[in-house]
């Protein structure tokens, strides 16, 4: 097995062929039938939850520990919105999965938590997983015309922050090694947090570096009706 570098050639291709597909498959999709889209539905549905089903797997069997391999991460988070918004097309759940999607499952691929690099399956898992929930989001975006307000960025980071308050009782209920959204400890890897402070004080330029992206995942929307007001 090759252990993962987060400047390989292989992840680096492989990482823009997942963005590439992000971008492209929704806009194939726009003017075919409703069956075709339920298809790319059903398939992005599938793979978030094999994905899901792989994760605990790898933890509670493979490292032995179920503590580690529960659906708590912020990911798994964004995986349940995205699949809800597809069953309800209720707004609420697109917004969640699009500033807490696109900034958690962003970095994920981006910086992936895997040991070993492509092409073992706990590296396409990660990537192929993380990148269903912006293709979920590509779709809502691209298919169904979804976009948020510069008011739902401050909804969407309250509601953030009530679920981050949330996991620190959690963490402690569940006990060593539980982690979830990193509260304890820094992720394992290279990765943002590395330029940042010790634990536990992590958390708050983690906090802020949240706050900020969300406000600039929202600034070419922002731009945009700017000029159109013009």
Not at 9 to 38: D, E
Request: proline share 5%; glycine share 6%.
């Amino acid at each position: 097995m090759i252990d993962f570098r987060l400047s390989s050639p292989s992840h680096i291709i492989f990482t823009i062929i997942c963005i590439a597909m992000i971008v492209i498959l929704p806009r194939l999709f726009i003017n075919k039938s409703s069956s075709s889209k339920n298809m790319l539905i059903f398939a992005i549905i599938v793979l978030i939850l094999t994905n899901q089903s792989l994760d605990f797997y790898r933890e509670g069997y493979g490292i032995g520990n179920w503590k580690l391999g529960l659906p708590l991460h912020l990911c798994d988070f964004s995986s349940a919105s995205i699949i809800i918004y597809f069953f309800t097309k209720r707004r609420e759940f697109f917004l969640f999965a699009f500033f807490a999607g696109i900034s958690g499952a962003g970095m994920a691929i981006l910086t992936p938590d895997v040991k070993y690099s492509f092409p073992h399956i706990d590296y396409l898992r990660h990537m192929i997983g993380h990148s269903m929930i912006l293709l979920g989001v590509a779709y809502a975006i691209i298919i169904d015309n979804q976009r948020p307000q510069l008011k739902d960025v401050h909804r969407v980071l309250g509601v953030l922050s009530v679920f981050l308050l949330l996991m620190y009782p959690i963490n402690n209920l569940l006990g060593s090694p539980a982690n979830y959204w990193y509260v304890s400890e820094k992720p394992p890897g290279f990765n943002v947090t590395d330029l940042m402070r010790d634990a536990p004080y992590h958390m708050i330029d983690i906090y802020i570096l949240t706050v900020v992206i969300c406000y600039l995942i929202y600034l070419p929307y922002f731009i945009k009706d700017k000029i159109a007001q013009k």
